[in-house]
């Protein structure tokens, strides 16, 4: 994709450890080189990884990603973590692992006619990102048409 994906830990002032994040995202990838600035995976990846160079982070930027696994760890380290995944698009560019995290979202992180996109898999993950398309709404189907 040509856009950035941003992880931010949800609560201001939470960390977590860079050796859960290389943990997380190393797990399935094709000879993965630490401190990972990239990643492969047998069906995509994650060609620039923006981390902090420190023990304890709150945040992470993905560029030029793609592929089921890809979108499945970085859901797991979201999950893990206590962080929600935004990126830049119109709508509500917002995405979290659970509903109790809503509340805990940073003041000024959502408009307020927008709700985040809750979602339970790297698969509800990539469809939200990539097509709008929220979790328990059948795929193909665009609001206001009947299905048959």
């Known amino acids: 994709m040509s856009f950035d994906l941003f992880l931010q830990t949800a609560r201001d002032g939470d960390t977590f450890k860079r050796t859960l994040f290389e943990e997380i995202m190393s797990r399935g990838a094709i000879n993965p080189e630490l401190p990972l600035e990239d990643v492969n995976y047998p069906d995509g990846g994650c060609r620039e990884i923006v981390i902090e160079d420190e023990e304890d982070i709150d945040s992470a930027s993905f560029s030029r990603f793609g592929g089921d696994t890809f979108f499945q760890r970085l859901w797991e380290l979201a ?5 929600f995944i935004w990126w830049p698009d119109v709508g509500s560019p ?3 692992t659970r509903q109790d995290m809503i509340s805990q979202l940073p003041e000024g992180v959502l408009d307020a006619e927008e709700d985040p996109y809750v979602v339970r898999s790297g698969k509800e993950l990539e469809n939200a990102i990539l097509f709008a398309i929220e979790p328990d709404e059948p795929e193909g189907d665009d609001e206001g048409e009947e299905s048959g």
Do not use: M
């Open 94 to 96: 917002v995405a979290v």
């Open 79 to 83: 999950d893990r973590t206590n962080s």
